[in-house]
C-alpha cells in the first residue's frame, strides 16, 4: 500500500509513526509483536513499507545475546524486501511503487576511505548496521526489518532487479552478498577449483554463485545427507569430509575454500586443501577463536582472509548479476507468528536453506 505523504509546517515529509513489528525484549523472551516509532523522513530519506524479510543466524546470535552486545528491545532483520511508500523533497533517485531492499547496514560516514572507496562495511568510523545499532544523528537505537514499515537514507537502499521473486531476493541482501563478494574478489572463474565447505544459509549460495561464475566446484559437507542438493545446485562434486581420509586425499587440490561454517571447527585440515597461493575464505564466524599452526600457511604460501558483506556498489551488483542468471535464495516462507518455532528449527540446522517472513501477516 502506498502512504500518502504529507508535509508541516516546514515542508518536512511526514508518515505515520507508529509502526507494527516482532521484538525481544531480552535475551531470554521470545520475540513478540510490539509497536516501534520511525523518524520522520528528512530530504534524502525514503519509506519503505517492508513485503518480506529473511531470517539470518545473525537474527538468533543477536536476539540471544550470544555476542555479548545486544541491545533491547530488539527488532531484527537485515534482509529487507519491500516498495517505496514515500519520499524526502530532494529524493531524485527512487520512484514511490519502486521494489527495493535494504541490508546490513542503512548509515556510514561517506568520507572516510572505505566510505569512498565503496566499502561503507568497513567505514572507519562505523557502519550504522540496520538493527542493534546506533542511528548517528538521533543517537537511537536502529530497529531491523521485523516491521511494517522502515526509513533508510537514499543512498542505502538497492534497487530490486525485475525477475527475482522478493521473498527468494531477500536473503540476498545478506546471505548472497556474504558468499557473492569473497568469491569475485578471491578468484572463482573458469579454470580454477573452488571448494564450499558448509551447504547451509550462506553455503547454498555460495554453490551458486561460483557455478555462475564459471568456476569447477566441489561442496564439503561433515555427512551425505545434502548431496542431491548439491549437485542440483550447481555442484560438481560432493565430498563427504568425515570419511576417512578423504580430506587427505583432496590435499593441494583447490584455489579457493570458502569457509561458511559458523559452528566450531579447524581451520588447518582445510587450508592443506589449497594448492601453491590458495586462499581461504572464511566467512562463518565460529563462537571461540581457533587455533592455527603457521606452518600450515607457509607451506606453499597459502592465505587465510576473512570478508564481510559488501558495500553498496558491490551488492548492487550482486543483485544485477543474480537477475542476469536467475540465482536466488532457496527458501521456507513463514508468518510472523511462526518466527520462534523457526529460531529453534534454525538453532538445530533444520531449514533448507533461509527462512523468510511474509510481513502481510504483520497485523
Not at 521485523?146 to 537514507?153: A, E, F, G, L, P
Request: include cysteine; charged fraction near 25%; charge should be neutral.
Amino acid at each position: 500500500m502506498v502512504i500518502p505523504s504529507r508535509q508541516d509546517r516546514h515542508g518536512r515529509f511526514l508518515v505515520p509513526a507508529a509502526v507494527s513489528a516482532y521484538a525481544a525484549s531480552s535475551a531470554a523472551s521470545p520475540l513478540a509483536p510490539f509497536t516501534i516509532e520511525r523518524r520522520d523522513p528528512g530530504p534524502h530519506d525514503v519509506v519503505i513499507d517492508i513485503d518480506h524479510c529473511g531470517i539470518c543466524h545473525t537474527d538468533l546470535h543477536l536476539v540471544r545475546n550470544e555476542w555479548g552486545r545486544s541491545r533491547y528491545p530488539m527488532v531484527p532483520g537485515h534482509e529487507i524486501v519491500g516498495r517505496v511508500s514515500a519520499l524526502g523533497s530532494e529524493v531524485t533517485s527512487w520512484r514511490v511503487g519502486e521494489r527495493v531492499g535494504v541490508g546490513c547496514f542503512v548509515d556510514s560516514c561517506r568520507t572516510c576511505e572505505s566510505c569512498r572507496d565503496g566499502e561503507e562495511q568497513f567505514c572507519l568510523e562505523g557502519a550504522v548496521f540496520t538493527y542493534n545499532g546506533i542511528e548517528r544523528g538521533t543517537k537511537k537505537p536502529t530497529l531491523g526489518g521485523y516491521s511494517k514499515r522502515i526509513v533508510v537514507d537514499e543512498h542505502y537502499v538497492l534497487r530490486i532487479p525485475e525477475g527475482l521473486g522478493p521473498d527468494a531476493a531477500a536473503p540476498l541482501l545478506c546471505a548472497g552478498i556474504t558468499t557473492y563478494s569473497p568469491l569475485k574478489r578471491f578468484g572463482a572463474a573458469p579454470g580454477r577449483r573452488v571448494a564450499v565447505l558448509g551447504l547451509g544459509g550462506l553455503g547454498h549460495m555460495g554453490v551458486k554463485f561460483a557455478r555462475a561464475l564459471g568456476a569447477e566446484v566441489t561442496v564439503l559437507s561433515h555427512s551425505s545427507r545434502k548431496r542431491a542438493d548439491a549437485l542440483r545446485m550447481g555442484a560438481h562434486e560432493f565430498v563427504v569430509t568425515e570419511e576417512a581420509g578423504t580430506l587427505a586425499k583432496h590435499a593441494g587440490r583447490f584455489d579457493l575454500v570458502l569457509d561458511t561454517v559458523s559452528a566450531p571447527h579447524a581451520y588447518g585440515p582445510y587450508l592443506e586443501l589449497l594448492r601453491r597461493d590458495g586462499t581461504m575464505a572464511v566467512v562463518g564466524i565460529p563462537p571461540q577463536p581457533e587455533p592455527l599452526a603457521a606452518n600450515v600457511l607457509v607451506t606453499n604460501r597459502r592465505r587465510l582472509v576473512g570478508s564481510l558483506i559488501g558495500g553498496i556498489r558491490e551488492t548492487q551488483e550482486m543483485l544485477d548479476f543474480s537477475a542476469r542468471h536467475g540465482l536466488a535464495a532457496e527458501i521456507e516462507g513463514i508468518a510472523i507468528a511462526d518466527v520462534n518455532t523457526a529460531y529453534e528449527r534454525l538453532a538445530r540446522g533444520d531449514v533448507r536453506y533461509r527462512f523468510v517472513i511474509d510481513l502481510a501477516t504483520l497485523a
